[in-house]
């Protein structure tokens, strides 16, 4: 059975059409524009990119910038990927083998454990407890661990609850993972996206010697649309890697190699990190202030660190109605809850613009009136 990717299905239907588009997870994209005006490079220099296949591991300056992020990194343990949604299949396709088993947190982004349960391999969840501000369950995490665990499948920061694992939680999925020699694979796009003073998250990679680490531009950097993400891996997995990546996509972009170069210059990154955290900060701001207006039906954990975060409501309406009448009445889209298992709860990004944010809010708080009016 092909186990479909429930959340990106259900944004590829709706997301390009409402005036309103809360689904997202990453900081508001930047314009090419705007990106080289604070960066300070002429936009010029785009002229002379030639749209050849880059290295087909990507450009070896931006791989020594990717390398320079990460302790005792170089650039060979470095591969460039389309995003982290191809980091995250090339690593199912080249750990997991026939019996393996895999654990996954939930509710979680489901892009390694659904590529992994599309090749068979059986999929084991832990739970992250709501009522405990989405502490990670790890007697849970001891009792499921097992011979067959091959990959802990870990988001730090979290999606969808913007939790940032306690280092006792680190410890502890360490201490499950080397129990049985288990890889622990960390999606890290949203590091970078810390709320308030939170410091940037550190990187699983160098904390235990199997580690697998994913990133991306997309999120913290605030450009999905450049398709540049990266594996950090132990130099000897990376001729695996590579021999798929090779069928899959053979390159990253041309242009995204060279945009993220232009990224990650040391010059210019702090000046994206500081515009995702003005955007964060005062989204959030800007969100709290609007579900305020149903205080008694609405909940939030405060997410510690992410664009978005998960919001719990009291109406007799569950999550996938509630969300098409947003995007039919309201032409304002949210992401179900059930898309991760979690009904009358649905995921709303809020590092945009304050108008455009207010706006589609308010939207969302009319649908709720309406509802709370006709369920008297
Ligand atoms: C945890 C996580 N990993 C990976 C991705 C895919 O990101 P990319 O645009 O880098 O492919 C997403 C996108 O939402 C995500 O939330």
Request: with cysteine.
């Amino acid at each position: 059975m092909f186990h479909q990717f429930k959340i990106e299905s259900y944004l590829t239907e709706h997301e390009k059409n409402v005036a309103y588009n809360y689904s997202e997870s990453g900081v508001h994209p930047i314009k090419i524009g705007d990106f080289f005006e604070l960066a300070g490079r002429d936009l010029a220099e785009i002229s002379n990119i030639e749209m050849d296949y880059p290295n087909v591991r990507g450009k070896v300056e931006l791989r020594e910038k990717i390398a320079s992020l990460y302790p005792d990194a170089n650039l060979n343990n470095i591969l460039t990927t389309i995003g982290a949604s191809e980091a995250n299949y090339l690593i199912a396709e080249t750990i997991l083998k026939p019996g393996d088993e895999l654990i996954a947190l939930q509710p979680a982004y489901m892009q390694l454990p659904g590529n992994a349960q599309n090749n068979g391999i059986t999929l084991k969840t832990v739970e992250l407890i709501e009522a405990q501000n989405w502490a990670l369950n790890t007697d849970q995490l001891m009792a499921t661990v097992n011979s067959n665990t091959k990959i802990i499948s870990i988001i730090n920061p979290h999606n969808p609850t913007g939790h940032i694992l306690t280092q006792t939680e680190v410890n502890a999925i360490i201490k499950a993972a080397s129990s049985v020699g288990a890889w622990i694979v960390a999606d890290e796009v949203y590091a970078g996206t810390e709320r308030g003073d939170t410091p940037r998250t550190p990187s699983f990679w160098g904390q235990y010697d199997r580690v697998i680490a994913v990133n991306s531009m997309s999120k913290a950097y605030g450009m999905p649309g450049l398709r540049i993400g990266w594996i950090v891996a132990p130099e000897e997995l990376m001729p695996q890697f590579q021999l798929r990546h090779e069928y899959t996509t053979i390159s990253s972009t041309m242009l995204g190699n060279e945009l993220a170069n232009i990224a990650l210059d040391p010059e210019v990154r702090p000046k994206l990190t500081q515009r995702a955290r003005e955007l964060i900060n005062f989204g959030f701001d800007t969100l709290m202030d609007m579900l305020a207006v149903h205080n008694d039906t609405y909940s939030v954990v405060p997410p510690e660190a992410s664009a978005m975060c998960i919001v719990r409501y009291d109406l007799p309406v569950d999550s996938l109605e509630f969300v098409n009448r947003l995007v039919h009445e309201k032409s304002t889209l949210v992401v179900p809850g059930n898309c991760f298992g979690l009904d009358r709860h649905f995921r709303c990004s809020s590092a945009l613009p304050e108008v455009y944010l207010r706006e589609g809010l308010a939207n969302i708080n009319a649908l709720v009136a309406e509802i709370k009016g006709q369920s008297k």
